[in-house]
């Protein structure tokens, strides 16, 4: 007997994946048994936190849209139109939902049963491969290179840039696992398993994986009295193991677990079973892998209690930036998103600093950064740069009111330190008197060092002059802008001091093209990555964004490529120097994580051939940029 409803749901789910890979009548099985839901305006779906459903989900008419909660709002980051598939959780995991799923208009769904669909999926290598990628990969649709979609977890990244990051970072694991041979006896094995505290062990022949032995297979087969404790180990273990490849992503460590059914994945050298063992990977290095993608981090900041809990965020986001680079993903990414989280944690430090105060702030104010901070350029845990604008008050409240702030700083800037970020030896910090100002004593300093501009106040100049709005009132900050450039426009002898100063440091090259090195001191014979090859690029930047008027974004590669789009017969030369930049930044961030300092001093030995040649290529440009400089403002390398 023909069920015309259900042939009705069959045509329309064969238009889509992953249905369309299914044969009619299967697809008409799972029509007969879904069941059509009508929601109204508004209407909830699941919420985050409920428990799973039974059923997954299908768009059939109007719009579902999915948000995450952060903090007290609802974030909406995703809308699921037509065909598109939703609720997949339960599918594959049994905690509860990790979002919202609300009507944003009338709209029908069909309710698949789980049960239902699953033994169909599983049959069918395409279907099980869709589903499996839509959820540890978060898209609805990965087959769709143009419109992917999301599909979020808790795990998000809310731009397509750092969802990028979160899907191809390369996971840790275990290097040089424990092994045990398949002959061991149990006994044995097990007490290596406790005395190394380990949960597994590889069981390898000839160096190749055969086997694994899990806490649970000592559990299931030797405490209940299946086997006894003098087994050989290969008459319990697992076999055959799963086998990856080295530098596994992420999202495809937990695609093969998902597909496979697995808590553990044997790395090998070409990812098959007969090369060498070189890891082992846990469903916890997955967990711990996905906790440090950078829209956890920011949740973690968010709802951080104490100064103890950012020193965590801080460790993970230096783990984020090493597997990012191991990656290759671009530098000037990393830097974004590093901002952002950088950023994050000194405004907790703010909060958690006005709750200890007690009392809220006497007056509107402003916590910037200043130098690479305010470039959003502070990859590596290096010393903090800060300042605090805060309302013009009273005569009578001045003093008050800036002891106030000064207090704020102080703490602000001990939390930090104890995060991580060292004080600055130049105390370029709100809790130094002359840099925590009114706006009009701002201003002033700004108009004095522009109108003056000496030696000092061109120093003042390449360091208050990158900043980035952080926390409080940002017209404020806009206010500063104003002056800055309103007092440097067209100003032929404020540009004339500031050029000479990006003069002084010309290519690093000796007259043979070999590396200039430090003669003496501590860092002798190195070579100063920082004050030779990116203090030119980022002086040369900041003059001539200043001098074009670039405003809003002070990163020196961004300065750049602004410039090239507004003097197109430089654009080559610009473009050049935003490359040279961003390969000379890697070089310094590598430089820093490999030995846990600044990276500011590279130990040209320990370069390889290619490297060498890249760091020559990326000082070409600053020869070039210099030349635009020098010969637009009427300068020498003497001047």
């Given at each position: 007997m023909k069920n015309p409803i259900a042939e009705r749901i069959a045509d329309f789910l064969k238009q889509f994946h992953p249905f369309k890979e299914l044969k009619y009548e299967d697809i008409l099985n799972v029509a007969k048994n879904c069941s059509v839901i009508y929601l109204e305006k508004n209407q909830i779906l699941f919420n985050v936190n409920d428990k799973t459903h039974s059923?997954?989900?299908?768009?059939?008419?109007g719009a579902i849209g999915l948000s995450v909660?952060?903090?007290?709002?609802?974030?909406?980051?995703?809308?699921?139109?037509?065909g598109d598939i939703l609720g997949l959780r339960p599918f594959f995991a049994k905690d509860n939902y990790l979002m919202t799923a609300k009507a944003r208009e009338e709209s029908v769904v069909y309710a698949i049963p789980i049960e239902t669909f699953k033994p169909i999926a599983m049959q069918n290598t395409d279907v099980l491969d869709f589903l499996l990628q839509s959820f540890a990969s978060n898209t609805r649709n990965p087959l769709d290179k143009n419109n992917k979609g999301k599909l979020?977890?808790?795990?998000?990244?809310?731009?397509?840039?750092?969802?990028?990051?979160?899907?191809?970072?390369?996971?840790?694991?275990?290097?040089?696992p424990v092994t045990a041979s398949p002959h061991d006896i149990v006994k044995f094995v097990a007490q290596t398993m406790s005395s190394r505290k380990i949960g597994s062990i590889i069981i390898q022949e000839k160096k190749l994986p055969v086997g694994i032995v899990t806490d649970k297979d000592l559990r299931s087969k030797i405490a209940t009295g299946l086997f006894s404790i003098d087994t050989p180990i290969h008459k319990i273990m697992s076999s055959p193991v799963i086998t990856v490849p080295e530098n596994l992503s992420i999202a495809e460590a937990q695609i093969s677990m998902l597909k496979n059914n697995v808590g553990h994945l044997c790395v090998t050298r070409d990812g098959s079973n007969q090369s060498e063992l070189t890891g082992i990977i846990s469903e916890h290095d997955v967990v711990v892998a996905q906790a440090n993608n950078p829209g956890v981090l920011i949740k973690e900041t968010k709802r951080a209690e104490k100064t103890d809990d950012l020193v965590v965020v801080r460790r993970k986001l230096t783990d984020l930036i090493q597997n990012s680079i191991d990656k290759n993903i671009p530098i000037n990414h990393i830097c974004s998103i590093t901002g952002e989280i950088n950023n994050a944690i000194i405004k907790k430090c703010i909060d958690l600093s006005i709750e200890k105060i007690g009392t809220p702030p006497p007056a509107q104010f402003a916590w910037f950064n200043i130098g690479s901070q305010g470039r959003k350029e502070q990859l590596l845990l290096t010393d903090q740069d800060n300042a605090i604008v805060f309302e013009d008050v009273e005569d009578d409240r001045y003093d008050e009111v800036k002891?106030?702030?000064l207090d704020l700083a102080q703490k602000v800037?001990?939390?930090?330190n104890k995060i991580g970020y060292d004080y600055c030896p130049a105390e370029m910090m709100a809790s130094n008197p002359l840099w925590c100002k009114s706006l009009s004593d701002w201003k002033n300093q700004f108009k004095g060092w522009i109108q003056t501009?000496?030696?000092?106040?061109?120093?003042?100049?390449?360091?208050?002059?990158?900043?980035?709005?952080?926390?409080?009132?940002?017209?404020?900050?806009n206010e500063i802008s104003n002056v800055v450039f309103g007092e440097t426009e067209k100003n032929d002898l404020f540009f004339a001091y500031l050029g000479a100063d990006a003069l002084k440091n010309p290519a690093p090259l000796g007259f043979f093209r070999q590396f200039l090195v430090e003669n003496d001191g501590e860092h002798k014979d190195t070579f100063d990555i920082k004050a030779r090859g990116l203090v030119p690029l980022i002086d040369a930047a900041r003059l001539l964004a200043i001098q074009c008027g670039i405003r809003h974004n002070d990163n020196t590669a961004y300065r750049f490529m602004k410039l090239a789009e507004k003097e197109p017969q430089n654009a080559a030369i610009f473009e050049a120097c935003a490359e040279a930049f961003l390969e000379l930044l890697k070089f310094r961030t590598e430089e820093g994580l490999r030995n846990s300092s600044n990276g500011r001093y590279l130990n040209l030995s320990e370069l390889s051939k290619l490297d060498k040649v890249k760091l020559k290529n990326a000082f070409q440009p600053i020869s070039e940029i210099q030349e635009i400089i020098k010969n637009r403002f009427q300068l020498t390398y003497f001047t």
């Open positions: 059923d997954f989900y299908v768009v059939a008419n909660t952060s903090d007290t709002d609802d974030i909406l980051i995703d809308k699921c139109d037509e979020i977890s808790e795990n998000v990244i809310y731009d397509d840039a750092s969802n990028e990051i979160q899907f191809f970072q390369p996971i840790n694991y275990t290097k040089n002891k106030y702030f800037t001990k939390k930090l501009p000496g030696e000092k106040g061109i120093l003042m100049c390449t360091i208050f002059f990158d900043y980035d709005f952080v926390y409080g009132e940002e017209t404020l900050i």
